[in-house]
Structures are given as C-alpha cells and as structure tokens.
C-alpha cells in the first residue's frame, strides 16, 4: 500500500520496534510484524497485532514499571 505520511513510498512486510509512553514509563516492544514504508519507515500494525501490543503494554503500565523491553512473540 501507499504510505499515507510521506506519500510517496509504498509499504512492505517487516519487523519494527514499538515504543509506547504513559507518564514516566516506557514500554519497548521489539520485532513486532508490520507493513514498513521504504522511504520514511513509517509503520502499519494489523488491527490484531496493535490490539496484542497494547494489552501488553497496559499490563506493563499496570505494574508502573520505568522502563521495560519486551520480544513480541507470534
């Protein structure tokens, strides 16, 4: 698909990290799959995908954690 941030750059299969913040805690999610955009990076989650990655990082704010790297695992 066209990137919809840059407009230019079409978008492919791939891997990034994820970095999510509330308040004072940070929560890194490496090697989550993703549709990449070869010229800016910008990043497209499936809907299942973000929906993971975001119950994660809510159990991890939960535990008010400062700062924690997480491996996403299909």
């Known amino acids: ?3 919809v ?3 230019t750059g079409m978008t ?4 990034t990290t ?7 805690s940070v ?3 490496r090697d989550v799959p993703a549709e990449i955009c070869e ?6 989650l499936a809907d299942d995908t973000a929906k993971r990655v975001y119950a ?5 704010f939960g535990r ?9 695992a299909a």
Not at 12 to 15: C, E, Q, V
Not at 18 to 24: C, D, K, N, P, Y
Not at 64 to 72: D, K, L, T
């Open 56 to 60: 994660d990082a809510e159990s991890s």
């Open 39 to 44: 010229d800016c990076g910008e990043y497209y």
């Open 64 to 72: 008010h954690i400062e700062i924690e790297v997480q491996r996403y």
């Open 18 to 24: 994820v970095t999510l913040q509330r308040g004072e």
């Open 5 to 7: 941030i840059c407009k």
């Open 27 to 29: 929560v890194l999610v």
């Open 1 to 3: 698909m066209k990137c």
């Open 12 to 15: 492919h299969p791939g891997k």
